[in-house]
């Protein structure tokens, strides 16, 4: 069974209705005409409006008929958006209501072109120290002709590169928006290993370093601040990249969607969203453009993960406690399992020479993980300091194991997590689930996520429907109980070897030596 949304017609990879119509036929066997009818309607509808700029420089809003421009456009959009009426079938737009005229035309089932003539800014020429992949190359072409859009595809398909190569492509002054400081200083290095960029043409701009550069490194935060914006809007971008581009919708991110540039790229390995906002995500950005997850596990160019359930009993009095409880207490209570803490332990003792990254919602939880086991707790309270170099011990190989909160879903490269281990967190979105599954993503070798959820508890349900949004994208889901696995003769593991105790004592030597970065301007 298929679902085709408006949308899907309307963000189609193709030139011509008789192109897409030819796809769909290739798949579905049997001729359906009111289907193809409908398909046909929405493809037409993708293409009945149109921003363009005037001759004289300002915006023009044009319909493909006097109907269209009259009964919708006018009858939706208020005259501080519309300005005034310059023929049957153009008006003139308010410069900076432009991503309302989008957002508001694409609810009403009539997705906009953007054709402005936008400026590009100060030349920006640099070369690319790397080989793209076919189906790398084939989202640069797919942007280079819609000037907009949102790369999808799973952490490791090298979207980043892809970046870069259409850095290349656009020639012109870039910004590059992202969630976090740590993402932020990330993609500098990358910018700086992978091209040949001088490190004076690179900066970066959020709550510990101010710099405005050719190529600038921005938080979402700081550049939908008042007191910053007309620092980022004096600027003529040629392309505005948006990483983890989910974040768009929600009311923080979004006023950074209205900074303009002739070209906008999102970034996503997941873009949908719990309150189903996803589709403004295409709205403020452009088109999504992907490879589906299937084609590049088939193609070996990212390694499918293995995703396993693991079901964990409340110990006696853990249960006692849990009938007792009601509402959120309950759900707190079977996501911080105190028996998820051996587990955990056997499964890091059960693959000792793979780096693994530990995932824990509630600090009391991490907390009591990180003493029991000896691994450092990466979660919001951490010192931007400390998280950066113990993020950087990990990618470097130098710690086996991490664990984090929600701040290791997104915003963080950590490209050589090998298991990924939640023990909470189950509550989240689908995104979420797809994100830490993600962080085991990477060309080659083994990739294993094990879930935790206690047994008898709404979490065996949440642990379920999570992971039926990776299943659906092809990646193998197991269930195991662990009491059953033991009886049938699983055993106990042995514990950790004395690697996560020296850590700990690593740790407390170098605490002092780490100095918390400011984090004024910066709001979490």
């Known amino acids: 069974m298929y679902e085709v949304r408006e949308e899907d017609v309307w963000g189609g990879p193709h030139d011509e209705f008789a192109a897409l119509l030819r796809t769909v036929r290739d798949v579905v066997d049997e001729r359906h005409p009111g289907f193809e009818e409908w398909l046909e309607d929405q493809w037409k509808r993708a293409r009945q409006f149109t921003l363009k700029t005037h001759e004289d420089g300002y915006v023009v809003l044009e319909a493909d008929s006097a109907s269209l421009m009259g009964n ?18 153009e008006s003139w737009v308010a410069a900076e209501k432009t991503a309302e005229v989008k957002r508001v035309l694409y609810e009403a089932g009539y997705p906009v072109e953007d054709r402005r003539d936008l400026e590009s800014g100060e030349l920006l020429e640099f070369d ?29 398909s090298g979207k980043t590169v892809t970046t870069m190569a259409v850095m290349e492509q656009v020639g012109g002054e870039t910004l590059i928006l992202v969630p976090s400081r740590e993402l932020a200083g990330q993609w500098r290095e990358e910018l700086l290993e992978k091209t040949t960029f001088d490190p004076e043409q690179v900066g ?10 050719p190529v600038t490194v921005a938080t979402y935060q700081i550049a939908g601040m008042d007191r910053h914006r007309q620092l980022f809007d004096s600027r003529e971008w040629g392309l505005i990249v948006f990483d983890e581009a989910h974040h768009i919708p929600s009311p923080v991110f979004r006023r950074s969607a209205n900074l303009q540039s002739k070209h906008r790229l999102g970034l996503s390995a997941t873009p949908v969203r719990g309150d189903d906002d996803e589709e403004e995500i295409f709205t403020l950005i452009g088109p999504p453009i992907g490879t589906d997850w299937d084609a590049l596990f088939d193609a070996g160019f990212v390694a499918e993960p293995e995703v396993e359930i693991r079901y964990v009993e409340f110990d006696e009095t853990a249960r006692d406690e849990y009938v007792a409880a009601e509402g959120h207490e309950r759900r707190q209570l079977a996501s911080t399992n105190p028996a998820k803490v051996d587990e955990v332990r056997r499964l890091l003792a059960a693959h000792p020479d793979q780096q693994a990254l530990v995932f824990a919602d509630y600090l009391d939880q991490g907390e009591a993980i990180s003493a029991a086991l000896g691994l450092p707790f990466v979660s919001g309270e951490t010192p931007h300091a400390r998280r950066r170099q113990f993020f950087q011990q990990f990618r470097d190989g130098d710690r086996q194991a991490l664990l984090v909160s929600r701040i290791g879903d997104e915003g963080i490269d950590l490209p050589s997590a090998e298991v990924a281990i939640v023990a909470s967190g189950l509550g989240g979105s689908r995104r979420q689930g797809a994100q830490r599954a993600g962080r085991t993503m990477r060309p080659s070798g083994s990739a294993q996520v094990y ?6 508890t709404r979490e065996e349900e949440f642990a379920r429907r999570r992971t039926h949004h990776l299943a659906e994208k092809g990646v193998q889901v197991t269930e195991t109980r662990v009491d059953e696995e033991r009886e049938a003769g699983g055993g106990e593991a042995d514990a950790p070897d ?10 407390e030597a170098t605490e002092d030596a780490a100095t918390p970065e400011s984090t004024t301007d910066e709001t979490a």
């Open 72 to 89: 919708v456009a006018r009858q939706k959009l208020d005259e501080d958006v519309l300005r005034a009426p310059i023929s049957d079938t």
């Open 128 to 156: 690319l120290n790397l080989r793209l992949r076919d189906y790398q190359q084939y989202w640069v072409d797919r942007f280079t002709d819609a000037k907009s859009g949102v790369l999808v595809g799973p952490p490791g």
């Open 498 to 507: 004395d690697q996560a105790a020296e850590d700990a004592a690593d740790d």
């Open 451 to 456: 879930v935790l959820a206690t047994t008898g």
């Open 204 to 213: 970066e701009y959020h709550g510990g370093r101010k710099e405005i550069k």
